[in-house]
């Protein structure tokens, strides 16, 4: 190893570039060459380079050997890695170098096959996939990464100003605090790398295999967390979709919780074919419609709760126009989010400084598996994304609910799966009423539903994200008019349930399936 100083610097004589993003790297090239730089490239690199007019070797003058196999194999030989590896004070290294005139390479520059964009493309194949797997890529970062005390490994154009000014502080040369710091980068991107290909893998193969792993990208730090004094930051996973990778318009920076309503603002919208609205608070829907337009949805979803909707987070399923838009801005609202939005949209958006105006990428659902941490690991669980057809709705009254009444029990049933358990909504077509969330006993839900409800709750239908245990919840909501309801079943009790709906005159319908939401 060479020796400057105290900060163990060593110059930069000779460096191999191999880089799948090409962005950034001529200027960066070019401020190498002001070091006198030796550059070593591959194939497309190194054309780039060229092009550019900066001095280059091809690896293949290195190692003897043409790139093959359609660039499969071209880097994974001694003369690079030899290169790479070898520990500069050591005799015996320093021996093996000479006896096989194999030439210390200095710096890597390399980041890997685009695997994560290729996999996110819709309709891509296993193959097409597969061939995306970096191979050479990996082992130069790792060489070079593992040998931190005589080679520097640079994996990311964001790398390369930082990089660029401390060669210029130290005539050429990096030092050892610097390569450090690079190497760990380089093992922290090489793990994300594997994890993903892992998890794609074993996603094809099963939802939940025996190993699951995966790595995060720091985005940004968050002010705090849920509370002031807790600490927060947004990481990315590899999907490239979802609330974590939208596109943030206008407003102030989005806050953990801020984060957590969006989410669940956006799940439930994305569940509705027809245009839909949602108004979010603490996760909870304060009120959800159906409408021909999006300000239609809007101030039906509104009307729910109109109080409640002060302050909460707002999600359309469509495009935002003007109309939509100057509705929205008429309350303090915290987000609004949708696929797209209209010019004069986003000009009423965002003259309002404190209005965080988020566009999403698609409506894709993002999440295949769902992860909760507890004391020495995770519960996983695939996503919660069953959709429930008219077809499979048993009547088990005497009473045949209404075409209207079925209308209104689906749409029902859609906003209760986002609907913290134990979870009451009442509804009529396209319109939430009232909702009753997050009660330790039903029949409280039911009772806090109607109470909250702004509505009518007289001739409105009535879901339940789980069965009735016992028949009190029925009565309580025969009591306020309700006249018909959709659950799951399953109940010991059915029978009574079935009965009280039944002295009512109600008409419910099972669907077999429950959806808590803790």
Known sequence: MTENSDLQLVPIR???????DKTGIVDFARELGHFDVDIISTGGTAKTLRDAGIKVRDVSEITGFPEMMDGRVKTLHPRVHGGLLAIRDNPDHAAALEQHQIEPIDLVVV????????????????????????????AMIRSAAKNAQDVAVVVSAEQYAAVVEELKQHGGAL??????????????????????VSSYLAGSAS?????????????????????????????????????????????????????VDAEAAWQLVSDFEQTACAIIKHTNPAGAALGETAVEAYAKALATDPVSAFGGIVAFNRRVDAAAAQEVTKIFTEVVIAPDYDPPALEVLRSKKNLRVIRMRSLEQSRKIEVKEIGGGMLVQTADDHKLSRSELKVVTERQPSDEEI?????????CKHTKSNAI?????????????????????????????QLRVKGSVLASDAFFPFRDGIDEAARHGITAVIQPGGSVRDDEVIAAANEHGLAMVFTGVRHFKH
């Open 207 to 259: 939802p939940l295999p025996d190993r699951l792993t995966w790595t995060m990208k720091k985005i940004s730090d968050l002010r705090y967390g849920e509370n002031p004094h807790q600490q927060a930051a947004l990481y990315q996973t590899s999907t490239g979709s979802g609330i974590a990778n939208a596109e943030i318009l206008s407003g102030k920076e989005m806050s953990f919780n801020n984060y």
């Open 407 to 415: 209308e209104a029990l689906l749409f029902a049933w859609i906003v």
């Open 175 to 196: 030092s050892l605090q610097s390569r450090h710091r690079l190497a760990q980068a380089a093992f922290a991107q090489t793990a994300q790398y594997d994890a993903m």
């Open 111 to 138: 980041n890997l096959y685009p695997f994560a964009e290729t996999i996110r493309r819709a309709g891509v194949t296993r193959a097409e996939a597969i061939e995306q797997i970096d191979i050479g890529g990996p």
């Open 14 to 20: 000779r460096a191999l570039i191999s880089v799948s």
């Open 425 to 453: 909504v009442y509804a009529r077509a396209g319109q939430t009423v009232g909702v009753g969330a997050g009660q330790m006993s039903r029949v409280d839900s039911v009772k806090i539903g109607a109470m909250r409800a």
